[in-house]
């Protein structure tokens, strides 16, 4: 799937050069919050690496499930005025804010251009992203008809940060056959996306999740920070250096990387349940083993 991100650039690049490019289909697989520029650097990437690639709009799909009218459901429940002429986003408060509980708001902005904030509830946020994650489900059923007719692999195309905090859509985009940049920190695909060749106009491209209609950031949407500074949070936690030695490297208070350690910590006991396989009441061996 090319999003015209940096993650799926860089791992389609890499299959191109590690299987061949006549061996390697990219999906472009917009719907109707999809911003432009997704196709057109989806476009891009593929013509760059000599790969072919497939449009699959996913919006009629989306539609017939009641993806959109389930989602706006939830949101007039919390904004009642709210009406297909209306864009949104979901928000966390940055850890910058300080804000003492990280309580997701909805941003809508109305037809006339007025935006407001509002507080989500519990079930509002919970249907708001339940409808959301149809968007990654169909996506993924796309890829594996195509994978099924060609006898192909799915990729995965998280980096380090996505696959250990939890960010993907179990059986969604968190399901693939082989997962090629998940050991890598976000400022390493940048600096792999350069030695491939990925263009210069993806590798400047602010990390979205192309998700809601309003233009969202993936850290006011989950990360709370800018993806280089919480490469250096990540990297912290996981090399247990004392927050005082990483604030001055990021910019922040000890504090306020003490806290980033926490929510790290926090999303990976969420994690642990998107990368669970099924329960069974008692293991099933392997014929012959």
Avoid at 30 to 49: C, M, Q, R, V, Y
Avoid at 55 to 73: F, M, S, T, V, W
Avoid at 205 to 229: K, N
């Amino acid at each position: 799937g090319l999003s015209g991100g940096i993650d799926s650039s860089v791992s389609a690049a890499l299959c191109a050069r590690a299987l061949g490019k006549e061996r390697v289909l990219g999906l472009y697989m917009p719907e109707d919050d999809s911003s432009d520029d997704s196709l057109k650097f989806g476009k891009a990437l593929a013509e760059t690496i000599g790969i072919e690639a497939k449009l699959e709009n996913i919006a009629p799909a989306l539609k017939g499930i009641q993806c959109y009218e389930r989602r706006d459901e939830f949101i007039r429940s919390v904004v009642p005025e709210y009406h297909s002429k209306y864009k949104s986003k979901i928000v966390i408060p940055s850890v910058l804010d300080e804000a003492k509980y990280p309580i997701f708001s909805i941003v809508v902005q109305a037809p006339d251009g007025k935006i407001t904030k509002l507080r989500l509830t519990v079930e509002a946020y919970l249907g708001i992203v339940a409808a959301t994650n149809f968007k990654q489900r169909i996506r993924r059923m796309m890829e594996y008809y195509h994978a099924d007719r060609l006898n192909y692999a799915v990729v995965g195309t998280p980096n380090r940060l996505e696959y250990d905090q939890g960010f993907f859509v179990k059986n969604g985009d968190g399901a693939a056959d082989f997962k090629p940049i998940a050991h890598l920190y976000k400022t390493q695909v940048y600096q792999l996306a350069e030695y491939l060749g990925v263009p210069l106009e993806i590798r400047k491209r602010t990390p979205t999740t192309d998700t809601y209609s309003l233009a969202q950031t993936q850290d006011e949407f989950y990360f709370t920070l800018p993806l280089d500074q919480f490469d250096l949070c990540l990297y912290g936690r996981n090399h247990q250096v004392p927050p005082e030695d990483v604030a001055g490297l990021v910019g922040i208070k000890p504090e306020q990387v003490q806290h980033m350690y926490r929510q790290i910590d926090a999303k990976r006991s969420f994690a642990k349940y998107l990368h669970m396989a099924p329960l069974l009441v008692e293991d099933v061996p392997e014929v012959g083993h």
